[in-house]
T-cell receptor
Framework: TQLLEQSPQFLSIQEGENLTVYCNSS?????LQWYRQEPGEGPVLLVT?????EVKKLKRLTFQFGDARKDSSLHITAAQPGDTGLYLC?????????????FGRGTSLIVHP | GAVVSQHPSWVICKSGTSVKIECRSL??????MFWYRQFPKQSLMLMAT?????????EQGVEKDKFLINHASLTLSTLTVTSAHPEDSSFYIC??????????????FGPGTRLTVT
């Protein structure tokens, strides 16, 4: 089983602040996905990164994949209360031809108005 | 689109009874579906991987006789919690992977099922 470390576990910030969430592994990812989940609902896919060094933007969210494809980050600029939720990264490794996703522990974000 | 539904969205059952949860991919075919369990404010714990037409692969520590998984078609997988006990109370979420999935192997999640065992 591959290990995926996600940090921080909890974030409580004021509206307008910036924040970064990190996802790291000692192994090279085939790809990595970021999700956002609200209470009582299933996770919603935000982005998939595949290529080392890749940067993707989704409005105020910036996703970066490390050059070595062992780490990724999610940066939110000028956080809004609507950004509140659980952010999850999920890494995929090729293991015997199957691509079983492994989730990080999640980052619970609260943005105060 | 890639819509996954789950039914029921919530269920309350008595201890000792069995509960079936359905996971459907509504607008795509899914050869692989995953079943997760999630506790409050925690991440998803993979329970099993379900491949259409074959037996599910369970993660270590998950009782296959207690959590029965059937993936009879390309759009439907079911999870049956047998002889449920209060400690089985949890949020169960399924996800489905499109066929063919391409190089990103993305999965799409259902809305989850809240199970409460009394």
């Amino acid at each position: 089983t591959q290990l995926l470390e996600q940090s921080p576990q909890f974030l409580s910030i004021q509206e307008g602040e910036n924040l970064t969430v990190y996802c790291n592994s000692s192994s090279v990812f085939s790809s990595l996905q970021w999700y956002r989940q609200e209470p009582g609902e299933g996770p919603v896919l935000l982005v998939t990164v595949v290529t080392g060094g890749e940067v993707k933007k989704l409005k105020r969210l910036t996703f970066q994949f490390g050059d070595a494809r062992k780490d990724s980050s999610l940066h939110i600029t000028a956080a809004q209360p609507g950004d509140t939720g659980l952010y999850l990264c999920a890494g995929l490794w090729a293991s015997g031809g199957s691509y079983i996703p492994t989730f990080g522990r999640g980052t619970s974000l609260i943005v105060h108005p | 689109g890639a819509v996954v539904s789950q039914h029921p969205s919530w269920v309350i059952c008595k201890s000792g009874t069995s509960v079936k949860i359905e996971c459907r991919s509504l607008d795509f075919q899914a050869t692989t579906m995953f079943w997760y369990r999630q506790f409050p404010k925690q991440s998803l714990m993979l329970m099993a991987t379900s491949n259409e037409g074959s037996k599910a692969t369970y993660e270590q520590g998950v009782e296959k006789d207690k959590f029965l998984i059937n993936h009879a078609s390309l759009t439907l997988s079911t999870l049956t919690v047998t002889s449920a006990h209060p400690e089985d109370s949890s949020f169960y979420i399924c996800s489905a992977r499109k066929f063919p999935s391409g190089p990103t192997y993305e999965q799409y999640f259902g809305p989850g099922t809240r199970l409460t065992v009394t």
